[in-house]
């Protein structure tokens, strides 16, 4: 296996090919970026960009096999849950942002969603390396037996391998990391290391009203997938008095532009209480969640979860499930819906407006998110890098 030797430059190839406008982009920019800014000579960062190779291919694991010869790596790092099948001959490094399709396979896709988004040739590429994981490495075959989507089988098989692989695993949190042993039990190593949410800088003209949002709002940020809670958060906003009180919801994220289906569906709920921004800039993000009465995040499950702590880190108030990663990133600095029924979070909405925000405490919640830096979490990343590659 290749290594940087004990006195040689360690090169690192980064697969930065997951850039959307989900969390794992938002992590792939600013994770780059930070290494950039903080990596020393001894560490050399190139970094493999998207080339619309498909996804779910044995032709993404061929392209980063052929990057890191190029480039001569020896040190891949991924930061996603999928490695090549054949072996790259240098160390894997990988990044686990969460297991809930383990832990909750009912919210991987099913085959027709599946086929909906890659295609159904995408559907057959699927299967197909499913199969070959589980007979090239025997020992990633859990939970794949009876019904369950193509998907689903994937992920657990995929999960399993990279894991068994990797010389080492970063994840963001010890809830993630705890969970991560029960389901594929010790790997190689295990690097606890929270992600940075200072990517996002507040200045005096944030506390102005952003165009077309004027007054009062309570926020969502994010996507629109099933884990979310959105239609809890829509009920719960309907049995609330925020509406009473012309205190609308804005939605901000790519699935609620303009025409989306999920854009007409909160339309459907909640009709002109719904202000939808679809996909914004930082400093609009920022100006929105200064002003905003609270961040509601409903989640069902999360591996660190940007948008609590982005909000925290400009002093909002936010509303989340109690869940365990929330405690441990949150700690008690975050309303907690403790049940989780509708009506306890509309009690929790009303109580909140009716109830000034405290500067103090604002300024008690920014100062606990500012534990969380990119400077920080590139230097755990650095010194992974320098152990896994001498």
């Not at 979070?345 to 109580?351: C, F, P, S």
């Amino acid at each position: 296996m290749k290594t940087g030797g004990p006195y040689g430059m360690i090169r690192v190839l980064i697969d930065g090919r997951v850039a959307g406008s989900d969390g794992v982009g938002r992590y792939t920019r600013q994770l780059t970026e930070a290494l950039y800014r903080t990596s020393s000579p001894d560490v050399r960062i190139t970094v493999l960009k998207p080339t619309g190779t498909p996804r779910y291919t044995r032709a993404e694991g061929t392209e980063l096999a052929v990057a890191a010869q190029e480039c001569e790596a020896n040190v891949v790092h991924l930061l996603d849950y999928r490695i090549p099948l054949e072996s790259l001959d240098v160390p894997m490094v990988i990044t686990i942002h969460d297991v809930f399709r383990a832990t909750r396979p009912w919210l991987c896709y099913s085959d027709n969603e599946f086929a909906e988004r890659f295609g159904v040739a995408g559907l057959r590429n699927l299967k197909d390396l499913t199969t070959a994981i589980t007979t090239s490495h025997r020992g990633s075959e859990a939970d794949l037996t009876g019904s369950g989507s193509a998907h689903r089988k994937f992920y657990r098989a995929m999960l399993d391998f990279a894991c068994s692989q990797a010389q080492d695993v970063i994840v963001p949190t010890r809830t993630v990391g705890e969970q991560l042993r029960s389901l594929v039990g010790p790997t190689t190593g295990l690097t606890v290391s929270p992600y940075g949410v200072d990517h996002l800088e507040s200045h005096d003209d944030d506390r102005s009203p952003v165009a077309g949002v004027t007054g009062r709002y309570l926020l969502y940020v994010g996507q629109a997938r099933s884990h979310k809670g959105l239609p809890k958060l829509c009920a719960a906003y309907l049995a609330s008095g925020a509406h009473d009180l012309g205190v609308p919801c804005v939605f901000v994220g790519c699935d609620f532009a303009d025409a989306t289906y999920h854009a007409k569906w909160i339309r459907s709920q909640l009709g002109d209480a719904a202000v939808l921004r679809g996909k914004i800039d930082d400093a609009t993000l920022a100006a929105l969640y200064c002003n905003a009465s609270a961040l509601v995040h409903l989640a069902e499950d999360e591996g660190f979860g940007f948008t609590p702590l982005e909000a925290l880190t400009l002093g909002t108030r936010v509303v989340v499930h109690d869940l365990d990663v929330f405690r441990e990133t949150l700690a008690d600095h975050a309303f907690y819906c403790k049940t989780g029924s509708t009506q306890e979070i509309a009690t929790l909405l009303n109580r909140l407006l009716r109830t000034p925000d405290d500067s103090s405490q604002k300024e008690m919640r920014a100062r606990w998110a500012g534990r969380y830096t990119w400077k920080d979490h590139a230097k755990d990343i650095l010194c992974v890098y320098r152990r896994v590659g001498q």
